[in-house]
T-cell receptor, first 112, second 116 residues
Framework: GESVGLHLPTLSVQEGDNSIINCAYSNSASDYFIWYKQESGKGPQFIID?????DKRQGQRVTVLLNKTVKHLSLQIAATQPGDSAVYFC???????????FGKGTKLTVNP | NAGVMQNPRHLVRRRGQEARLRCSPM?????VYWYRQLPEEGLKFMVYLQKENIIDESGMPKERFSAEFPKEGPSILRIQQVVRGDSAAYFC??????????????FGEGSRLTVL
């Protein structure tokens, strides 16, 4: 089965709040992780990535945290906006492989 | 500066027919990946190709499915004798040769196959 999964299938937040989307992985050999955003009817869009030698990386309004001890990955979105409504997938590159393994996704809904 | 181009965007086939999905990678990209996505699910890896070579087809069904990425022209995912269970969105992604090991893939908008 998939080694990358998500704790919550849906998340609903108020506009302006911070969002936290979680992801668990089971393959300790994975050395690269990516978060993708997928809007309805569109292809996945890269948000942010992180390598296994890091535990935190920040982008514009987004932060990814990696906890290798418990094999946990999270995506934090600051000041969530309606345009952030989408399905968010975490994906891992399992060391030595050039393919990404995707989780099932979390649907984020931002309420005005 | 076109991104990954997939066509057709929507395809309807009857059971037993053939489906051909095309993917033109981003300019300068020589690595192509095909993924399948069922409704409300994540993307499942199917096959990874470089020009004229299949590198990893571990996610592709052994029967009815084939993929190619010729020296000239787009990558083709071919599904023969389609069945209703083949109905899904098929996404193509590409990566540049220099950054293939970063794992970042650039996705197209997908081809949505419906089998009647």
């Amino acid at each position: 089965g998939e080694s990358v999964g998500l704790h919550l299938p849906t998340l609903s937040v108020q506009e302006g709040d911070n969002s936290i989307i979680n992801c668990a992985y089971s393959n300790s050999a994975s050395d690269y992780f990516i978060w993708y955003k997928q809007e309805s009817g569109k292809g996945p869009q890269f948000i942010i990535d992180i390598r296994s030698n890091m535990d935190k990386r920040q982008g514009q309004r987004v932060t990814v945290l990696l906890n290798k001890t418990v094999k946990h990955l999270s995506l934090q979105i600051a000041a969530t906006q309606p345009g952030d409504s989408a399905v968010y997938f975490c994906a891992e590159n399992q060391g030595g492989s050039e393919k990404l393994v995707f989780g099932k996704g979390t649907k984020l809904t931002v309420n005005p | 500066n076109a991104g990954v181009m997939q066509n057709p965007r929507h395809l309807v086939r009857r059971r037993g027919q053939e489906a051909r999905l095309r993917c033109s990678p981003m300019k300068g990209h020589s690595h192509v990946y095909w993924y399948r996505q069922l409704p409300e699910e994540g993307l499942k890896f199917m096959v990874y190709l470089q020009k004229e070579n299949i590198i990893d087809e571990s996610g592709m069904p052994k029967e009815r499915f084939s993929a190619e990425f010729p020296k000239e022209g787009p990558s083709i995912l071919r599904i023969q004798q389609v069945v209703r269970g083949d109905s899904a969105a098929y996404f193509c992604a590409s990566s540049p040769e220099a950054d293939a090991n970063t794992g970042e893939l650039f996705f197209g908008e997908g081809s949505r196959l419906t089998v009647l």
